[in-house]
């Protein structure tokens, strides 16, 4: 599935909770408990993003396709549905994919109307961060080829 793909996805799942402020905010929440448990090893100050209110961890790794693969957590139960709505939209894509897609699906949903703008520009800095990783990792699956 592509990341325009994935994105839709996402929007069709929110158009479901006709905007109503508490079942969004719910479904975030839900949404932060379903993504996988990042390593303790990982939750360290090397994978802090910086420019979140709250804590979030990322890191990224490549499978042997050369896809971005990433893992997070936050120690907010909203923060950590929004990383992971970011985790489901750009895991297992190229870094050249990553590089390339402005990232649409905050504003398809009116993202900015729930989560103020303190999350939002924390959210801005989670997608920066995984571009950088991507970054990185395309770098070094061209040094390594």
């Given at each position: 599935m592509s ?12 158009s ?20 996988p ?7 360290n100050d090397d ?29 907010t ?15 297992e ?5 990553i ?8 504003q398809?949903?009116?993202m ?16 920066k ?17």
């Amino acid at each position: 599935m592509s990341i325009a793909e994935k994105e839709q996805e996402i929007v069709e799942e929110f158009s479901m909770l006709d905007g109503d402020m508490e079942m969004t905010i719910n479904y975030i929440m839900e949404l932060g408990e379903r993504l996988p448990e990042m390593p303790a090893d990982k939750k360290n100050d090397d994978h802090i993003v910086k420019g979140c209110q709250s804590k979030v961890w990322l890191a990224a790794t490549a499978n042997e396709a050369g896809q971005v693969i990433f893992q997070a957590d936050s120690n907010t139960a909203v923060t950590k549905g929004l990383v992971s709505l970011l985790v489901r939209v750009l895991s297992e894509e190229a870094p050249e994919a990553i590089l390339n897609t402005e990232i649409t699906f905050p504003q398809q949903i009116g993202m900015n109307r729930f989560i103020g703008t303190q999350r939002s520009n924390g959210f801005g800095a989670m997608i920066k961060q995984m571009k950088l990783y991507a970054l990185a990792l395309s770098s070094k699956t061209q040094t390594d080829a």
